[in-house]
């Protein structure tokens, strides 16, 4: 007997090279990667070099980071150097902002770290003996525990505490450690029981050392016990054993059809580089032989049986009877996981055999076995990666992998393919995609690399290939994954073999272009707006083309420059297709952009026109893609000119002007809430009447004074923004002009004054943040109490007594002019007068603003001589909770209204006026017999005074800005089936039975802090609110961390879901049964779906629903991506929100197969800066 290792031609140690089965010797629990779906186990035996710890490829404490995408990018451009964005770091993902504002992303193959407490670390295989006797991985993604010897299991793994345990029927020996491989010698006579653990799974292999081993009775009939706590284990009908989330019916683990095979004849050759140089490296014989089967090896398979919790192997009698057997002979059963993100390896020498991420082995070959690899022929290579890039240009995408062997320095070429279908653990070269002519696939490029490593690691990838095609592909149909072939150009000339490795990653450069313009913001001058078909205008000049363009990357931090493309087409009568095109300077993101036609354009026939934007980067789509038309006007010099517009809010160049094209700019003009004026005038002295309308607004007909005269209009903005006007004059004889076209930018003046009363404990004074009208305190007033939105969100509290007030030193505002004040108000006793603020007069105060009766008050009086009567407007409820109110005085309009909350504002008139010229007072108002009274009891927070009415975007945004947390749920603490509110006095959350709260886990299966809720899938397990928390008419945000147990494809299942008080779920994001995230609502005729799979990854996936009372529009934020579902009608009253389950007239449905953590739920709206923030991997209290 001789045992020798030699290396092949191939690269291929000739000891270990396996050809059977399904023989990845792997046992892993199902995971994710990112958004490509189940995690991709690969465990190895013993390789034959040691290799180094997996290190990340993110960047080093010491390099930047920044925790959101927005940060990142800003950091790039600033310090011209790339920048990680923490939010968006995982197990197998990193991506880094660049300085020219696009982002890269790398998609690996292999977790490259892991996550303990709040700190990510690299991932590490290396054993390590514990306290308890066990030995388990350094930095591993799954909580799994070797024996140290003695009758504890042999392996016990485990993953949401679903437990998969085995245990060998005899006491086990001490192993030895060495790096992630346990070796226990000597578990019968002349056998070695090796175990070998990755990052993400282990395995097992029975090595009979000597002819004598093979005829003990044991191994004749060897039983080990398979069970499972939490997993259903049943045989498959191929021979092999699963382990099933019995919530799904998928697989968590399989087992496929063991096998054992022999040393094979040792004798190779051939030339071989390995490393730096060629030559033949010896391994040590034990660790190389336990990988697999030699080229040359026999094979056999292994009989299996699996009946109540014991697993009988019965190894082939004939093979271990075989005089040419050679020994040591392995004996492998092996458990792996089921996942559809992975590697593998198909060989044409074995057409029905499946080699499932590699066979655990660090590397494969590809390409054409020479005549020594006995029946082993051609072999391909597939890598499938995450693809998450939907909405996303990609720019550029590189696949990169580590070449480590080559049959000698001269350049071969390697090819690589976009399959047409994805792989699976039943992969092999029979149906393969596409099939063995790989039918359907798209080739990529070609590489001929000869330079290899000696090491598979996370780090050292070596060769590239260009795969932008791939991803792009992905992107436009929806795949959350690409599978990737690698195969040898020539298949037929062995010296074209070469060894890769099982790293690969997907790098990706990428960029979100500029978004498609918005029709109603695509107007022509003279013209009108954008219309096709008989619709279109006929204009007597070539008009002025104009559209604003925007970058969805724009914001308040990082302003994108954009540039705009138009194209004019038309076909003159008998003629040819003519097209002028024209592209614009860059200008700020949210411009506007013109465009003057050419004269030389045909008249009397459509002319279109279509406009695009560009960042620099990437063009955006047309304005006609999709089921969208180009616009479309008509040139005719005869028709009746457009009247000329005037105003000199918003048009003050244009004053001198006479035509029709009103000289527009982008200069910001006028304000919201503040009333302007415009001119209509015509040169012809006919027109009877004016038509117009602002945007998408309904049409208004005025007339003139008399015939061809000018007519003036009034008009208040109600929007920030380019806003357009359109307008045309009628003759006598009923004949329209062309439409004249107005663009112009409508400015928000801000506060005259902004109190946040967010000042430190032992302030002096309450800061206006605008600085002129800082407050004095009075001694009734304390700072840093807990605010609207809880203990770190500090606020002014008022004790209600004569000290509770803060006093400006002067009028802030005008009471005989347009005004509003704004501010979060908490009020202990809502049916005793109190007062919020008010402004003092000489008499009565000028406004005063307070609580009475249970409800709000607003109120002026008709002069200034105290009870001669006064203009008031009440609304309501008021209630003791943290409340937004608006009170409004409209000048032009002599109109006083009060809104609280979201609720409708509430109107009345006011008909005469008094001028307050005291001080503003907060918590109190002047008293008719003199001094003060109605002290506040309670509390303020974001107090505003604006010189103008405030209109319903100022309110949105005020509320959306003052985020209101009614709860967050660590789920760390259970008591009589309640989990606490972090929030003092907040409403606890109801546990359904038998959910399992899981406090202090261990750091395998933890989410964030020291508990999560755990739940199986079955009926009764939940969460839920004992109240609606939210209210359905105005804004809400909800957000948690969620994780699946084995994926949702044939079963749905839900998150997160809001019932109302029929007890229905009219709002739910779930996973769904194509194995999609989705949104679903009442109100909207087809859910939103993603392209990605729920992931079940330790952090699992962070998910947030945020529903917009004023826009009745929902949005899903999963990792950080968005997704909008418009409803039809608003919210219906509600009864709770739930989490695990939704409900159809009260009966529960998909229940939720994994884990819940984190669970938050504000008042208002989360814009995507602060959804990043939240979906750190850290818990935390303050946000």
């Known amino acids: ?46 390789a034959p070099e040691p290799a180094p710890p997996t290190a990340p490829v993110a960047a080093l404490e010491t390099d930047p980071v920044r925790d959101t995408e927005a940060e990142a990018l800003v950091a790039a451009a600033d310090l011209n150097q790339p920048v990680e964005v923490l939010a968006q770091r995982g197990e197998y993902r990193d991506v880094f902002a660049q300085p020219d504002g696009t982002l890269i992303a790398n998609e690996y193959n292999q977790a490259v770290r892991v996550i303990r407490g709040d700190t990510w670390v690299p991932a590490s295989a290396a054993l390590v003996a514990q306290s308890d006797g066990t030995i388990t991985p350094t930095a591993a993604l799954l909580d799994m525990r070797l024996s140290g010897g003695g009758t504890t299991p042999l392996m ?38 090796v175990a070998n653990v990755t990052v993400e799974g282990f395995s097992h292999v029975l090595v009979l050392k000597t002819p004598e081993a093979a005829n003990l009775p044991e191994l004749r009939d060897l039983r080990l016990g398979v069970t499972g706590e939490g997993l259903d284990i049943e045989e498959t009908a191929e021979g092999g054993v699963v382990a099933l989330d019995p919530a799904t019916g998928n697989p968590v683990m399989e087992a496929d059809a063991p096998t054992m095979w022999d040393s094979g004849n040792q004798e190779g050759g051939g030339e071989a580089q390995r490393g730096s140089a060629a030559t033949t490296e010896p391994a040590d014989p034990d660790d190389a032989s336990a990988l697999g089967p030699g080229e040359d090896s026999r094979v056999a398979k292994v009989g299996l049986d699996y009946t109540q919790g014991a697993l009988r192997l019965t190894p082939d009698a004939a093979m271990l009877a075989n005089p040419d057997t050679t020994y040591p002979v392995y004996v492998d059963p092996v458990w792996q996981s089921s996942t559809n993100s992975a590697w593998a390896m198909v060989d044409s020498g074995y057409p029905s055999e499946e080699y499932w991420k590699f066979d655990a082995k660090r590397h494969e070959r590809i390409g054409l076995c020479p005549s020594s690899c006995n029946n082993s022929k051609v072999k391909r290579v597939f890598y499938q990666l995450a693809t998450p890039y939907a909405g996303k240009t990609i720019l550029e995408a590189k696949f990169r992998v580590t070449l480590q062997h080559v ?107 500029p978004v498609i313009a918005n029709e109603s913001e695509l107007t022509m001058s003279p013209g009108g707006g954008c219309v096709y078909g008989s619709a279109a205008p006929y204009s007597d000049v070539p008009p002025r083309l104009n559209a604003v363009l925007r970058d969805p990357d724009h914001s308040s931090a990082h302003t994108e420059q954009v540039m705009a493309e138009f194209k004019v087409t038309w076909t003159p009568a008998g003629g040819s297709l003519q097209t002028r095109s024209y592209t614009t300077p860059l200008k700020a993101s949210g411009s506007l952009f013109s465009y003057y036609v050419p004269s030389d354009i045909a008249q009397n026939v459509p002319i279109s026109w279509e406009v695009r934007a560009s960042d620099g980067v990437s063009w955006g789509p047309w304005s006609s893609d999709g089921a969208r038309n180009v616009c479309q006007f008509l040139y005719d010099i005869t028709s009746p000119s457009a009247p000329d517009v005037d105003s000199p809010e918003y048009l003050p160049d244009d004053a001198i002007d006479t035509t029709a094209d009103c000289l527009d700019d982008d200069q910001w003009r006028g304000s919201i809430g503040v009333q302007g004026s415009f001119t209509f005038d015509s040169a012809a002295t006919d027109v009877v009447e004016y038509q117009y309308n602002f945007n998408d607004s309904a049409t208004v007909s005025v007339k003139p004074a008399t015939s061809g005269g000018p007519v003036t209009i009034k008009w208040t903005p109600d929007k920030e923004g380019p806003r357009q006007l359109f307008v045309k004059a009628i003759d006598v004889a009923k004949r329209s002009s062309t439409i004249a076209t ?46 609207s939105l809880g203990p770190w969100d500090t606020a ?9 007030y803060l006093v400006t030193d002067n009028s802030v505002v005008s009471t005989t002019r347009s005004f509003s004040v704004t501010g979060w108000f908490r009020v202990e006793d809502p049916s005793r007068r109190q007062v919020a603020v008010s402004q ?99 509390a303020m927070a974001d107090v505003s005074v604006f010189d103008r009415p405030v209109v319903s975007e100022d309110v949105a945004g005020l509320e959306k800005h003052k985020l209101d947390r009614k709860g967050y749920w660590q789920l ?53 609110t004992t109240t609606p928390v939210v209210d359905p008419a105005g804004s809400f945000t909800i957000s948690a961390r969620v994780r699946f147990t084995s994926g949702s494809q044939g079963h749905a299942m839900t998150a997160i879901s809001i019932k109302d008080t029929n007890n229905n779920s009219v709002v739910a994001l779930r996973g769904n049964v194509a194995g999609r995230w989705e949104m679903a609502a009442a109100g909207a005729e087809l859910p939103a779906q993603f392209d990605n799979s729920p992931s079940m990854s330790s952090k699992g996936d962070h998910v947030a629903l945020i529903y917009n009372g004023y826009t009745r ?71």
């Open 407 to 513: 049959y000698n320095t001269t350049a071969r070429a390697a090819a690589l393919y976009l399959m047409p279908s994805g792989i699976n653990s039943s992969t092999n070269w029979g149906n393969q995609p596409g099939g063995s002519g790989w039918s359907g696939a798209t080739h990529l490029a070609n590489n001929s690399p000869t330079k290899v490593q000696s090491t598979c690691t996370a780090t050292n990838q070596n060769t590239e290939w260009e795969a932008k095609t791939a991803v792009q592909t992905a992107v436009s149909k929806g795949w959350s994954s690409v599978t990737l072939g690698l195969r040898s150009v020539s298949e037929s000339d062995s010296t074209h073999t070469k060894r890769f490795c099982d790293n690969g990653v997907l790098s990706v450069r990428y960029n979100r272009a």
């Open 1 to 46: 007997m001789k045992n020798m290792n030699v290396r092949s031609s191939t690269g291929e140690d000739l000891t270990v090279i396996r050809r059977t089965r399904k023989r990845g010797r792997l046992f892993t629990l199902g995971l994710t990667v990112g958004l490509a779906g189940l995690l991709a186990g690969t465990a190895f035996v013993a």
């Open 796 to 804: 002014a509290t008022f004790d209600g007594t004569s000290n509770a």
């Open 742 to 787: 107005c663009t112009f930018r409508v400015g928000k003046r801000p506060p005259v004054a902004q109190w946040p009363l967010s000042d430190i404990a032992n302030a002096k004074i309450a800061n206006d943040q605008l600085g002129s009208h800082d407050a004095k305190i009075g001694s009734g007033v304390k700072f840093g109490e807990a605010g």
């Open 972 to 1024: 760390s603490t259970e008591t009589s089936g309640l989990s606490p509110n972090y929030d003092a006095g907040g409403e606890a959350l109801r546990l359904g039975k038998p959910s399992t709260l899981i406090r202090t886990p261990n750091p395998f299966n933890a989410m964030l802090g020291a508990g999560y809720l755990q739940l199986t899938g079955k009926a009764g397990e939940y969460a839920e």
């Open 156 to 193: 016990v793994v485990q993953r949401d505490f679903r437990v998969m345990t085995l245990t060998w029927p005899n006491s086990l020996p001490t192993p030895t450690i060495s790096g992630d491989q346990a070796t226990y010698p000597e578990v019968f006579p002349d056998v070695d029981l």
């Open 1113 to 1183: 529009e929902l949005l899903f934020y999963l990792n950080g991506q968005a997704l909008g579902l418009q409803l039809d009608r608003p919210l219906p009253a509600l009864s709770n929100v739930q989490f695990g389950r939704t409900v159809d007239g009260g009966a529960e449905k998909e229940n939720l197969s994994g884990a819940i953590d984190d669970i938050r739920i504000y008042n208002g709206i989360a814009d995507k800066v602060k959804i990043d923030r939240v979906r750190l991997s850290v818990e935390q209290p303050n946000l």
């Open 840 to 938: 003092d007069a000489t008499g009565e105060p000028g406004f005063s603003l307070g609580v009475e009766q249970g409800n709000w008050f607003f109120r002026m009086p008709t002069n200034d001589v105290i009870n001669l009567g006064e203009w008031r407007v009440n609304a309501g409820p008021a209630t003791t909770a943290w409340t937004f109110v608006t009170a409004v005085f409209d000048g032009p309009n002599n109109k006083i209204s009060l809104q609280v909350g979201t609720g409708a504002p509430v109107f009345k008139d006011r008909r005469s006026l008094v001028e307050a010229r005291g001080a503003l007072q907060f918590g109190r108002q002047t008293y008719k017999g003199g001094g003060y009274s109605d002290f506040w009891k309670g």
